[in-house]
Each structure stands twice: as C-alpha cells, then as structure tokens.
C-alpha cells in the first residue's frame, strides 16, 4: 500500500502541473486586465504600464509561468493586485478554514442521513418507509442548493428569526488548521449553509446506498450466509453492507471536489468568506495568480479524495491489493 500511495503522489505531479499551465494560459487570455481600471475610472496608461512592470505581466506569458513555477516551488502561491498588502496565501490562510469546515460538516451531514435512509429504505423494500426514503431522496436532489438556501434564509432567517442569515460565526480553529470550535454563535451560524450543502448529498448517498444493497442481498453468498444459519444482522453487517459501500466509496472523491466547488454559491448566498467566493471574485477582478492558486488547491484537493477512495477499498474488499 505504501508503494501505491507513493507511486499515486509521484503520478499526481505531471497532472498538476498541467492543470497550473492550463488555468495560467487560460485567466492569461482572459479580456482586460487587472490595471485595465479601477472602480469606474480608467487608470492612465502610464500607471498601468508601470504596475505590470512591477508584476511581471509585461514579459511574455512563457517567462511568467517559469517565474510562477519557481515561487509556487518556494510555497508562494503569487501577490494580489488589489490588496497589496496581503498576498494570495494570506486569503488562503483566511478563508481555507471556512470551505473546509463547510465542506466537512456538509458531507457528515450528508452520510449521517444519507446512509441510515439508504440502508433502511432497502431492507424495507416496497414499503411504506421505502417509499417516504425514495421520496425524501428524489425531493433533495431536485431541489439545487441556490434555491434551497433563500427558502431556508426566508423561513428559519426573516420569518421564525430563528438563525442568522449570513457570516461564518466560526472561532479562529483550534486543530489540524479547520476544525472548529463548538461554541453555540458558529453551530448558528453552520445551520443553514451546511443544510443547504448537505441535502443533496444525502439524497445522493441515501439513493446509491438503496440501489447496492438491494443489488447485494441478491448474490449467491448472502443465500449462502443464512443457509449457514448466521442472524439476518450478521449476514447484514458482515456480508452485505460491506461490499454495497464500494460504489458508495466511488463518489467520495468527486464529492470531495464537487463540495468545494458547490460552496461557490453557498458562500455567495450567505456572505461566507471562503475560497469559493474569493474565486468568484477573482475571475470579475483579474487576480491572475489567485485565482490559478485557488483552482490547484481544488485540483490537489480531488487527487487526494481520489487517492481516499483507492485507499478505502482495500479496506471494504480484501481482494483488492496495490502492492
């Protein structure tokens, strides 16, 4: 297995990198620029010349990308052209806690109701449980989370004034870089963006998880575990729940890229300063270099959640093997 992880690392390298030469030569071509105007005034030419020398954008795009690479090699994601006195890790390190946490606490939530229904939904095949499951499922993954949101900032936010409607409540972290504290002004806050993320996925899951174990009761072996006389619960656990997780454990790394990316109108909506919403804003601002440092850390962030994936169903299946 170590051998695997190593050889996945060393195989990531060249896909990065050519994710970072295609978002560089991309936001490159993009029309304007950075110094095209600020606020609704142009900037003289003059000034716009000299903060491009100052940046490098006045050299050819071939020679800013190797200057790029040699300070992404030194950990420097790039500056910002708007806020000078920040940099692009410094919005990072700003708001790389909020997605996560939001992201996170959406796929708990999601396997938390996603799982239980699916499982439920298909031992109790065609009955009335089942059939509210399937329901409850189809609703939450036909309603999008940009809808879902104004309707919960309606009723829970200006109507009941249960919750707040926007900000991320959230404590500077205390572990690992993301993980918050539990004081009850960030659960408030959490409520909505998370439900709001969370719904669809555990639609998803719950819909997936029905699917696979109905296929699974059906093979040979579950017929053979209760000939054995084994109880229905072992048969369950042990045999059938256990191999219905492997396509369940495919969709955990798109879903980890899909939770970053489906945070960009959540954070929006609720006024969350998250790297979703600072990508956003980067692509209407020019931020050349932030908004390609946001795009690798999503790529990193997929590459992981797909070496996740490979990882977990080594576990769930003894016949899979790397080494």
Not at 232 to 256: F, Q, S, W, Y
Not at 277 to 303: H, Q
Request: overall charge positive; cysteine-free.
């Amino acid at each position: 297995m170590t051998k695997f992880i190593i050889r996945r690392f060393l195989f990531s390298i060249p896909v990065l990198f050519a994710i970072t030469l295609f978002t560089f030569a991309v936001v490159q071509a993009l029309p304007g620029g950075p110094f095209s105007s600020v606020g609704e005034k142009s900037m003289p030419e003059h000034m716009r010349l000299i903060m491009e020398r100052r940046y490098g954008l006045d050299k050819p795009v071939y020679e800013q990308f190797w200057l790029y690479l040699k300070r992404l090699g030194q950990g420097d994601l790039g500056p910002m052209f708007k806020l000078r006195s920040q940099t692009v890790n410094d919005i990072v390190a700003q708001t790389w806690p909020v997605s996560i946490q939001l992201g996170v606490l959406s796929l708990i939530l999601g396997f938390t109701i996603g799982l239980p229904a699916g499982i439920i939904a298909a031992l109790k095949r065609n009955s009335m449980i089942d059939y509210a499951a399937t329901f409850g499922a189809v609703l939450g993954a036909s309603i999008p989370n940009m809808v879902l949101a104004p309707i919960l900032i309606l009723v829970f936010g200006v109507w009941l004034k249960w919750l707040p409607i926007a900000f991320w409540g959230a404590d500077p972290p205390f572990i690992l870089g993301f993980l918050p504290k539990p004081t009850p002004e960030f659960w408030s806050h959490a409520v909505m963006p998370t439900v709001s993320l969370g719904t669809a996925i555990s639609a998803g899951i719950a819909r997936l998880t029905r699917a696979s174990l109905l296929e699974v009761m059906g093979e040979d072996y579950i017929r053979t575990a209760r000939a054995k006389g084994l109880r229905e619960r072992v048969v369950i656990v042990r045999h059938a729940l256990k191999n219905a997780m492997i396509p369940v454990a495919t969709i955990v790394g798109p879903l980890l890229a899909g939770l970053l990316t489906g945070t960009f109108i959540v954070e929006q909506i609720f006024a969350l300063n998250g790297m979703g919403r600072r990508f956003i804003n980067s692509v209407s601002e020019r931020e050349y270099f932030l908004l390609t440092g946001l795009t690798l850390i999503y790529a990193l962030m997929l590459v992981m959640g797909n070496l996740l994936v490979d990882i977990t169903y080594a576990w769930l299946d003894p016949r899979i093997r790397y080494d």
